[in-house]
C-alpha cells in the first residue's frame, strides 16, 4: 500500500467568515485533490488577520504534505497573504519581471493603463516559484519549504480553478507516487435517488471490495460514481468497465452521459452526431435553456435561435399561437406550449422546437394552475411531445429544472425519431 | 467598546473533505452570527476521525468563546461526534427518556419502527443540555465546559438551521452582551479594483478605527463592504453614514446599488421605478442576459420579451439588420448591433432595446477581430449608445462580462434619458 498524501486547503478572507461570500474553492478543490487520489484532512477558514493567517501556515505544515490556499491576494491593502507568506518563509518580496510583464499585457488586452496598485502584484516572496495567471492579475505562488509544497492562489474562483487545472494538478501528480484510483461519472436524469437505488440495490451490494459507488445528486438529476482502487490504471478500469458492463442495462434510458459532461452539452453532441438543429421558444425559463445550449463552444452549428414571449402579445404575433388558445386554455396550458414549440421550429427551420410555459413564481399561482404548473413541449416533423411539470415554490429552482427537463424531453425525442 | 465576543466553527464529515457534499452550513451560520454581532474567527472542517476531530475541539477552544459544530451525529458506526463529546469533556453517554421520547415519536409519525440503532440517538453526554430537534432524529447538545459554550448539531441543513433560529441565536443574545456591527455593501461596476483603490486611498486611509472597509471583487463588478463596531446600532450605523457621504461623491457613477442587490435587480428596480420597459437582442451572450433579468420576481412587469439570432439569416428576417450592412461590416459591428438594438426595441414596442454580437470563443475570431471582441448597443427613443468590449479568451466569461456590460449601458442610458 502506497504511502497517504496528505493535504490542507485554507480559505482566506473576511467576507467568507462574514458570511458574505459562499466558498465554492475549497470544495471544489477537495473534489479535484480527491480524483487525483490525494487525501484531504482538514480544510480551514480564517479572515484577512494576521497571527490567524500564520497559524494556521504552522497548523496545515504539522498535518499535510501539501497546503493549497486562496484569497488574500488582491492590491488592495486588505490582503496579507503574500505578505505572510515571505514572513513566514524568512524571505522578502522583489519584483519579478516576468510577472509585471504579465499584469501590463493583461491591462493592455484590456486597453487600460497599469497603475502603481497593480504593479504591487508583480512583488513577490523570493523563496516562490512565480506561476503565471491568465485570466487574473494575482499570480500563483509555489513554494517548496518546511518539507511542504505551498500553493497561494487567488480567490476568484476562475482562476483559481486555472491554475489548479493547468499548473497544480499535473505538478502534484508528477512529485508524488499518488494512489491509482479510476474514476467513472454515470450521468442519469429523469428518476430520483431513492429510486434509482431501489433499481440497481441488488448490483450494489455485489460490488467488489476495490469497487466503491457514490450517489451524487443536484437539482433535476443523480450522477453516480463508480471509483476502483488497483495498483495499475488497466486493473483499475477494467474493474470499473465490468461493473458499467453489468449496471447499463438496468438503468440504460436514465443515462445521458458519462464523465463530465452536463446535459446541455450531451444535447450538443447528440444533435451534432444527427446533423440536426434546434431552437426554443422559453417563456417561463426566460433565456435559460438558450443560454445553457450556447454556453458550449460551437453551439451555432445546431442551435439556430430561440425567441422569448415573455408577454403573451408576444407568443401571438412572434410565434403564432391563436387568440382562441390563450383565451380559452391560457397562456400556461399544454395547447399553447405545443403551438410555441411548433412556431418556434417553423420560424427557424429547425428539426426540432422546444417551448416551456408555466409560473415560475413565487407568485402568480392559482387553484387549478399553482406555482410551479409548467408545460414543456418538443416539436418535430412527425409531431409534438409534450409533459407537465408540478414543480416547486421557489423561481430560480422552477427555471432550472424547467430548463433540464425540457432538454431531456428533447433528448428523448432526438433518439426515438433517429433511430 | 464592548468585549469581541468570538466564534468558531466546526464541520465534521468525510464526505465534506472527499467534496462529495458542499458544506453550506459553515456558510449560513456565519452570516447569522455575523447579523448578532458575534465575531467568527474560524472555520474548520474535519472527517470522521477521532484525532482530527480532538485536535479541533482543543483548537477551538483556544480561540473562541463559541463552539458550533455540525455533523457526525448519525446513528452509524462511522459517526464520531456525540462520543467524543463525551470523551473531551471527560463523562459518559446515558440514556435521556425525553430524547428516546422525540426519537420514538418522530418514527412514529412517519408509521416506522424504532430499531435498537435508532434508540442510540437517545444516549446523550452527561454533561450536555439535550435540545430537541423537532425536524430530525439527531438531537442537538449544548455545553459549557472550560469556559466555552458548545453546541452540536446535525449536519443537515434544515435541521441545523431550526436548531440555531429557535435555540442557539437567541441563547447567545441571552448569554452575550454582543457589540453591534453594521454592514453597508457598496455595488460598483465599470471600474476595476484596484482603480477604485486608486480613487479612494485618501478617504480609505482616513477611515476611523471603529469603520473598516473590505474590497469584495467578482467577475465584472467590486463591491465595497463597509463594517462599523459600536455600543449601539445609531453609532454603528451612523458612522457608516458619514463615511459613505464622504465616499459617494468620488464614485457616484460606478455605483449601482447598495446591499445585496445585484445588478439584473437593481435594473429591474430602475425600469419599475421609471414605469420603463425593455427587451433585448442577444447573439453572442445567447440568451443569458434574459435570464438574469427574468431570475427576479415580477420582471414580467418591465421586460417584455427577447430574440435570440444565433444565425445571421434571423438578423435580418427578426430584426430587420440589413443585408448591406451584416455584408459590409458583418456581423460583429457597430453597425450590426446597433440595427439589432433598434429592431428589438421596435419588435417589442419597449422603450430600451439592448443588442449584443460578438466572438464569444473559445474559436471564430479573426486578426481584425479576435476572440473576446464584443459589440454592445442600447436603442433608445433619443438615440442609441454602442460600447466595444475587448474580453477574454473564455467563452463563459466573456458572456458573463456581455451580460453585466450590457446592463450598464442600459443603465447608464435609463439614468440619462430619464433625468
Chains 1, 2 share one sequence.
Not at 504579465?102 to 497593480?118: C, H, M
Not at 445546431?302 to 402579445?313: A, D, L
Request: proline share 4%; charged share 20%; aromatic share 8%.
Amino acid at each position: 500500500m502506497k504511502k497517504e498524501v496528505r493535504a490542507e486547503i485554507i480559505a482566506i478572507g473576511d467576507e467568507l467568515l462574514y458570511g458574505q461570500i459562499q466558498d465554492t474553492n475549497s470544495h471544489w478543490i477537495s473534489q479535484e485533490l480527491t480524483q487525483i487520489g490525494v487525501r484531504v484532512v482538514r480544510r480551514t477558514t480564517v479572515g484577512d488577520n494576521q497571527e490567524a493567517i500564520l497559524s494556521a501556515f504552522a497548523l496545515a505544515e504539522k498535518n499535510a504534505d501539501i497546503i493549497l490556499m486562496t484569497g488574500g491576494l488582491g492590491p488592495t491593502q486588505d490582503d496579507l497573504t503574500k505578505q505572510l507568506l515571505a514572513t513566514y518563509f524568512d524571505c522578502t518580496l522583489e519584483l519579478v519581471p516576468e510577472a509585471l510583464d504579465a499584469v501590463r499585457v493583461f491591462f493592455e488586452r484590456r486597453g487600460r493603463e497599469l497603475t502603481e496598485t497593480n504593479k504591487l502584484q508583480a512583488h513577490l516572496p523570493t523563496k516562490c516559484t512565480y506561476v503565471p495567471n491568465e485570466v487574473g492579475t494575482a499570480p500563483g505562488m509555489w513554494f517548496e519549504e518546511k518539507g511542504c509544497v505551498w500553493m497561494s492562489m487567488p480567490g476568484v474562483p476562475h482562476e483559481m480553478r486555472k491554475l489548479m487545472t493547468d499548473f497544480v494538478l499535473p505538478k502534484l501528480k508528477s512529485l508524488y507516487d499518488l494512489p491509482v484510483i479510476y474514476h467513472q461519472l454515470i450521468r442519469t436524469v429523469g428518476i430520483g435517488e431513492s429510486w434509482l437505488s431501489d433499481l440497481i440495490k441488488d448490483w450494489e451490494d455485489a460490488l467488489p471490495e476495490n469497487v466503491k459507488l457514490a450517489y451524487l445528486p443536484s437539482l433535476g438529476e443523480v450522477k453516480l460514481r463508480l471509483t476502483a482502487f488497483a495498483d495499475d490504471m488497466g486493473a483499475a478500469s477494467g474493474a470499473v468497465a465490468r461493473q458499467l458492463d453489468l449496471l447499463k442495462p438496468m438503468i440504460e434510458k436514465y443515462i445521458y452521459a458519462y464523465g463530465n459532461i452536463p446535459m446541455h452539452e450531451a444535447i450538443g453532441s447528440l444533435l451534432n452526431e444527427k446533423n440536426q438543429k434546434v431552437a426554443f421558444a422559453e417563456s417561463c425559463s426566460g433565456g435559460y435553456i438558450a443560454h445553457l445550449v450556447t454556453s458550449v463552444a460551437g453551439a451555432s452549428a445546431y442551435f439556430q435561435g430561440g425567441i422569448i414571449p415573455y408577454h403573451n402579445t408576444y407568443k401571438q404575433t412572434l410565434l403564432g399561437v391563436s387568440d382562441d388558445t390563450l383565451s380559452s386554455h391560457g397562456a400556461v396550458s399544454e395547447q399553447t406550449v405545443i403551438e410555441m414549440a411548433k412556431g418556434v421550429r417553423e420560424k427557424f427551420q429547425t428539426d426540432y422546437g422546444v417551448a416551456s410555459s408555466g409560473i415560475a413564481g413565487p407568485s402568480g399561482g392559482t387553484a387549478d394552475k399553482p406555482v410551479g404548473t409548467v408545460w414543456i413541449a418538443c416539436s418535430y416533423q412527425g409531431g409534438v411531445d409534450t409533459k407537465l411539470l408540478q414543480l416547486t415554490q421557489d423561481r430560480s429552482i422552477n427555471i432550472h429544472l424547467t430548463a433540464i427537463s425540457a432538454l431531456n424531453l428533447l433528448r428523448t425525442c432526438i433518439l426515438r425519431e433517429t433511430s
